[in-house]
């Protein structure tokens, strides 16, 4: 499996155009290995990405008993199958960079009799847990975790859940998500309001694994979503084949209409609470085309096609803001091309990511020579700007590392990024899709 990627390089600036075919979406790839270990038949899956983060999610499954075959596919993919059932963890669950991970098998660790420890690289281990070992504790479940209860290492006692009502701070899919799967094993409904939608990957997936759960959304945008219990059942489902992910494609989409040239991401999920950056390149006054191709695994499959536009200038908040939270990093390169600059705002949850990604984006800008201010929730990025020649250091963050080479081709001379091994959390492959669209790279170290 290719999971590793140069650890310092020099990217040039230049022109790019084509066709990518990016790495399968790193959210549903988590979730088609975790819902196929409530199988007791086995699932084929494909389209996985060949990343950390899943790899991480495959290995902890290994260590609580699932049988996990996955071998790499031609196009880079990894594809097999996996087959339950789960039990109570042989060693340690070392989630590495991937907080997906983490917070989800907590949710499933919670209803199976034993004792997990969850744990992570120095990263993982400075972000939050309490915001599933609450709701957690409240089905029933008991937790701890270090640091006064607040970060990894996280261990949890699982065994008889209650169905429960829980009523989220904030809008995110990981903690969602936890509880979902949790709610599965639980012995009664279990809700989980939230103040915004977050990607329903979880809910769609379910369904197709034969659980469909009940998802409202309100007028003021809050989002009620409700699981049964599995009780006696299991889940089942013949093949799961995954999309290809949108927050990879936001580099070349980025890239495509600062001016670098059109390019197509093919085979994207095209789920709407994914497209956030399709949206905000709208915002901006970019034409994105997009091509349906379908459906796989119940999401919508599209091809995105971006070309060189003037941008203009955006701001954005709310729900936008909930669907293109992982791309904020390479969108504030838009800004910086734009006529007129980006403004984000309810973006608080960027500083609990792989990095406090305002702080560590706002460095990286600034090491290529760009105008950004920094605020508590959110940027904003002047226009009329052009990224110049510097060096960045990704801080263990993928988007980070991938932004900072996504700087590089839009900008005035080469820029030298130290961490870039990072970008094998979501895109091992990010290096080769450059030079395919004909950038230029050296591998430092
Ligand atoms: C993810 C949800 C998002 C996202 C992360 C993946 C998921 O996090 O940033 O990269 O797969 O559920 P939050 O739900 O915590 O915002």
């Not at 690289?121 to 975790?145: H, T, Y």
């Not at 059942?233 to 989409?253: H, I």
């Not at 789920?271 to 901006?284: E, F, T």
């Amino acid at each position: 499996m290719t999971t590793t990627a140069p650890d310092r390089v020099r990217i040039h600036p230049g022109q790019l155009h084509g066709e990518v075919a990016v790495p399968g979406d790193k959210s549903l790839s988590h979730r088609a290995l975790l819902l196929s270990a409530f199988a007791d038949r086995p699932v084929r899956v494909g389209g996985l990405a060949p990343s950390g983060d899943v790899a991480a999610t495959a290995a902890a499954l290994t260590t609580m008993g699932a049988q996990v075959d996955l071998a790499p596919q031609a196009d880079g993919s990894l594809a097999g199958s996996v087959r339950g059932p789960l039990g109570e963890a042989r060693d340690v669950l070392d989630c590495g960079n991937s907080g997906t991970s983490l917070r989800l098998l907590a949710g499933v660790v919670a209803g199976i009799d034993g004792l997990t420890v969850l744990t992570g690289d120095a990263s993982l281990r400075s972000r939050p847990v309490d915001r599933i070992a609450v709701p957690l504790r409240a089905m029933g479940a008991r937790l701890d975790a270090a640091a006064g209860g607040h970060r990894p290492p996280l261990v949890v006692r699982g065994g008889h859940l209650t169905g429960t009502s829980y009523l989220s701070p904030v809008a995110s899919a990981q903690i969602k998500s936890a509880i979902l799967l949790a709610g599965l094993r639980a012995d009664g409904p279990t809700t989980v309001t939230s103040p915004l939608p977050s990607r329903d990957h979880t809910e769609r997936m379910l369904a197709h694994f034969g659980h469909p759960v009940q998802r409202e959304v309100y007028r003021d945008g809050t989002e009620v979503v409700t699981v049964d219990p599995l009780g006696d059942r299991t889940l089942a489902a013949d093949e799961v084949v995954v999309a290809r992910d949108p927050s990879s494609a936001a580099f070349w989409l980025v890239a495509a209409a600062c001016g670098a040239g059109t390019i197509t991401a093919t085979g994207v999920c095209a789920n709407p609470l994914r497209l956030g950056v399709v949206a905000a390149l709208r915002r901006l006054g970019v034409e994105v085309a997009v091509t349906d191709q379908g459906e796989t695994a119940g999401e919508p499959l599209a091809d995105l096609t971006v070309a060189p536009t003037a941008l203009t200038g955006a701001s954005l908040q709310g729900q936008l803001v909930v669907d293109a939270l992982d791309e904020l990093p390479v969108l504030a390169l838009a800004g910086a091309c734009s006529a007129d600059g980006l403004e984000v705002h309810d973006a608080a949850e960027l500083r609990v990511k792989e990095s406090d990604r305002i702080a560590v984006l706002a460095a990286a800008l600034r090491a290529v020579g760009l105008e950004v201010e920094e605020r508590p929730d959110g940027y904003r990025v002047p226009g009329g700007q052009r990224p110049g020649p510097g060096t960045v250091e990704a801080h263990g963050d993928h988007r980070i590392a991938m932004t900072a080479a996504i700087a590089a081709v839009l900008g005035t001379g080469p820029v030298e990024i130290g961490g870039f091994g990072a970008v094998a959390t979501s895109y091992p492959s990010f290096l080769d899709d450059l030079a395919r669209l004909g950038g230029r790279a050296e591998v430092l170290a």
